[in-house]
């Protein structure tokens, strides 16, 4: 099982483009999310999913939107990037046998918005 | 307000020395659960550590060891005879029964040979 994966690992984007990150997971786990990790800050989350078809919000949304079209998958775009969304991004999955599980995350991805 | 703080932003020691990372919490739910991550200079999150709040039994995993006290909110992390490989940044986190990690901002261990 390659657990979960993100494509890209890195990337620099212009101020204005767009771009979407792909998160995907083999462990049939229910439940999804996307974190971002600033210095200093630690990681923050920017919106999960309980399921297929269902997203939800976290603590810093905005900027971003994200899709859950098959449950292996969870997508998250920038419509519109900007500087103060250089960050490392990382995707969480996690069964749903018990909300309390712990979550397995992915090798994150580096961007940089110019 | 649930909140997770790691005051210590930094520590550097010598390989073998013991090192605790320390980790209160704040939350007014009576079950939750308390985690430990490791990042280490690779960059991915590892799973160290999960502890339910009704658990207060301390836990040791090889040179790994976690002392959880509901009296003080406090779930620290000690690493005996610390080695090189032990270097990374350490993450304390929350979780509630919403299934949302809240982090604390980490703290890097620096193990010098």
């Known amino acids: 099982n390659a657990g979960v994966t993100q494509t890209p690992k890195f990337r620099v984007l212009k101020t204005g483009q767009s771009m979407t990150l792909l998160c995907a997971q083999d462990?049939?786990?229910?439940?999804m999310y996307w974190y971002r990790q600033d210095p200093g800050m630690g990681l923050r989350l920017i919106h999960y999913?309980?399921?297929?078809?269902?997203?939800a919000k976290g603590e810093v949304p905005d900027g971003y939107n994200v899709s859950r079209l098959k449950k292996q998958n969870f997508l998250l775009g920038l419509e519109s990037a900007a500087p103060s969304q250089t960050s490392v991004y990382f995707c969480a999955s996690t069964p749903k046998v018990t909300v309390y599980n712990e979550q397995f995350f992915g090798p994150g991805t580096r961007l940089t918005v110019l | 307000a649930q909140k997770v703080t790691q005051a210590q932003t930094e520590i550097s020691v010598v390989e073998k020395e013991d090192v605790t990372l320390d980790c209160v919490y704040e939350?007014?739910?009576?079950?939750?659960?308390l985690f430990w991550y490791k990042q280490p200079p690779s960059g991915e999150l590892v799973f160290l550590i999960r502890?339910?709040?009704?658990?207060?039994q301390n836990e040791i995993s090889g040179r790994y060891s976690w002392n959880f006290q509901k009296s003080t909110s406090s779930f620290n992390f000690t690493i005996t005879a610390s080695q090189v490989v032990d270097s990374a940044v350490y993450f304390c986190a929350l979780m509630r029964n919403t299934d949302k990690l809240i982090f604390g901002t980490g703290t890097r261990l620096q193990v010098f040979p």
């Open positions: 999913s309980v399921g297929e078809g269902t997203t």
């Open positions: 462990m049939n786990h229910e439940y």
């Open positions: 502890r339910n709040s009704f658990d207060e």
């Open positions: 939350t007014r739910d009576t079950t939750y659960y």
